[in-house]
C-alpha cells in the first residue's frame, strides 16, 4: 500500500463519517422540524419523498458528469452544499424556506453518496480486498455522533439551528481540507477510462443488485424516518428517549461493518448477506410485537447488525460486474437507494394511518427476505462482455488474498 492510497482511504472515510453525521441530525428531529414549521402528518411523507427524489436526480446527473469530471472533485463540493443545506432546514422559518433547504439537501447528497461510493469501489480494487464495509462503518460512527447531537438537543430543548450551527462551522472546513487527499481509480487515468469508456453497464445484469439496493433502503428509511415516530407515538417514550432507536441502529451497524470486511473475507460476501438479510427480517417482527420501547429497541438493534452489510456489499458487487464501468455501474445503483426511501417512507406512513404502524413492520420484513432470493449476485460473475475478451478473474471477496 502507497502512502497516497492511506491517505485516500482516511480521507474518504472522514467524508462518510460526516455525511453519517448529516443525515442524522436530520432524521432524528423530524419531529422538531414538523413543530418548527408546522409540517402536518399528512403533508410529511410528501416531504419525506421529495428529498430522495431530489437526490435520484442528483446521482444521475453524476452519472453523466464523471464523463468529464473526477468523482473527487463532485465530492469536494457536494458535500458543503450538503452541510449548509443541513443549516438552512435549521435556520428557516416557512415552509417555502424549507422546501428550498430540503430540496438543496436531496440533490447535493445524490452527487455525494454516487461519488464516495465510486471512490470506494476503486479504492478497493487498487486495495485488493474488501475494505467497503469499513467506509461505512465510518458513516455509521458519524451516525451514532449525529443522534447524540441530536439527543442533546431534543434533551436541552434547544433550536434547530443552534443544533446545526457549530456542527456546521466544525465540519464545513475539515471536509475541504481533507479533500485534498481523495483518489481517484487508479490515481487519475484518463477521465474516460474512469468512466468506462468501451464497456457497456447492461441493466439486466444490474437489475438484481438494484432489487437488493431497493430493498435494503426500505429497511433502511424505515428506521431513519419512521423510528422516533414509533418508539414515541406507538410505544409510548418520551420525545427524548424517541431519538434513540435511530442511535442504536446506528451503534449495531457500527459493530457489524467494523467486522464486517473480515467475515467477508473469511467466509464470502453470498454467505454475509444470506445472514444479515435473515437478521433483519428478525429485526422487523421483533419491532412489530415489540410491547414497550425497551423491546422496541431491541428490534432496532437486530436491523443494524443485519442491514449493515447490504449496501457496501451491492456497491461492491457492482463494481465486480463491471469491472471497466464501475463508476456509471454504481451512479445506476446508488439511484435505487432513493427509490428505497422513495418506496419506503410513504410505504410505512400510509399503512400505518390506513392499518397500524405495528402492521407496517411487518412489510419490510417481508421484502428483506427478498435478498435470499438474489444472494448468488454477490458471487463472481462470469465474463459477460462480448468480443471474445475474458475478463480478469477475481476470486470472491474473502476466498483469496487478491479477491475482490
Known amino acids: 500500500m502507497t502512502d497516497v492510497l492511506r491517505r485516500g482511504r482516511a480521507s474518504l472515510a472522514f467524508s462518510f463519517l460526516v455525511q453519517g453525521v448529516a443525515f442524522a441530525l436530520l432524521v432524528t428531529r423530524i419531529p422538531a422540524i414538523q413543530d418548527r414549521y408546522g409540517v402536518s402528518d399528512a403533508l410529511l411523507p410528501a416531504f419525506l419523498a421529495a428529498v430522495p427524489i431530489l437526490a435520484g436526480v442528483g446521482s444521475v446527473t453524476t452519472e453523466r458528469l464523471v464523463k468529464r469530471v473526477r468523482p473527487s472533485m463532485l465530492l469536494r463540493w457536494s458535500q458543503p452544499v450538503v452541510l449548509l443545506a443541513l443549516l438552512g432546514v435549521g435556520a428557516g422559518e416557512r415552509m417555502v424556506e424549507l422546501g428550498v433547504a430540503l430540496a438543496a439537501f436531496g440533490l447535493a447528497v445524490g452527487m455525494l453518496d454516487a461519488s464516495m461510493n465510486m471512490l470506494g469501489v476503486s479504492l478497493q480494487r487498487s486495495y485488493g480486498r474488501s475494505i467497503m464495509l469499513s467506509f461505512h462503518a465510518a458513516y455509521s460512527l458519524g451516525g451514532i455522533a449525529g443522534a447524540s447531537l441530536a439527543w442533546v438537543g431534543a434533551h436541552w430543548d434547544l433550536a434547530l439551528w443552534v443544533s446545526y450551527l457549530p456542527v ?14 481523495y483518489v481517484d481509480d487508479g490515481a487519475a487515468p484518463a477521465v474516460a477510462e474512469r468512466a ?7 441493466f439486466k445484469w444490474l437489475l438484481p443488485l438494484c432489487l437488493v439496493m431497493t430493498v ?23 420525545e427524548q428517549m424517541a431519538t434513540v432507536p435511530y442511535n442504536v441502529y446506528m451503534v449495531t451497524t457500527l459493530l457489524g ?24 427480517a428478525g429485526g422487523f417482527a421483533v419491532v412489530a410485537v415489540a410491547p414497550g420501547a425497551w423491546v422496541g429497541m431491541l428490534g432496532f438493534t437486530l436491523l443494524g447488525l443485519g442491514l449493515c452489510v447490504l449496501v457496501p456489499q451491492t456497491f461492491a458487487a457492482a463494481g465486480r460486474l463491471f469491472p471497466g464501468a464501475s463508476d456509471a455501474a454504481v451512479a445506476r445503483l446508488n439511484v435505487f437507494n432513493y427509490v428505497g426511501f422513495l418506496i419506503g417512507s410513504p410505504l410505512v406512513g400510509a399503512l400505518g394511518d390506513a392499518w397500524s404502524y405495528r402492521g407496517a413492520m411487518v412489510v419490510p420484513m417481508v421484502l428483506v427476505l427478498v435478498t435470499l432470493v438474489y444472494a448468488r449476485s454477490f458471487a463472481p460473475q462470469p465474463d459477460r462482455y462480448g468480443g471474445g475478451h475474458e475478463r480478469p478473474r477475481t476470486a470472491d471477496v474473502g476466498r483469496g488474498s487478491n479477491g475482490l
Open 168 to 181: 456546521v462551522a466544525l465540519l464545513l472546513p475539515a471536509v475541504l481540507v481533507g479533500s485534498r487527499w
Open 196 to 202: 468506462g469508456e468501451g464497456q457497456v453497464v447492461v
Open 216 to 238: 435494503a433502503y426500505i429497511g433502511d428509511s424505515t428506521v431513519s424516518n419512521w423510528s422516533a415516530k414509533y418508539l414515541k407515538d406507538v410505544l409510548g417514550s418520551s
Open 257 to 280: 461493518r467494523a467486522i464486517g470486511d473480515l467475515g467477508v473475507r473469511r467466509f464470502g460476501a453470498v454467505s454475509v448477506v444470506r445472514g444479515g438479510a435473515l437478521v433483519a
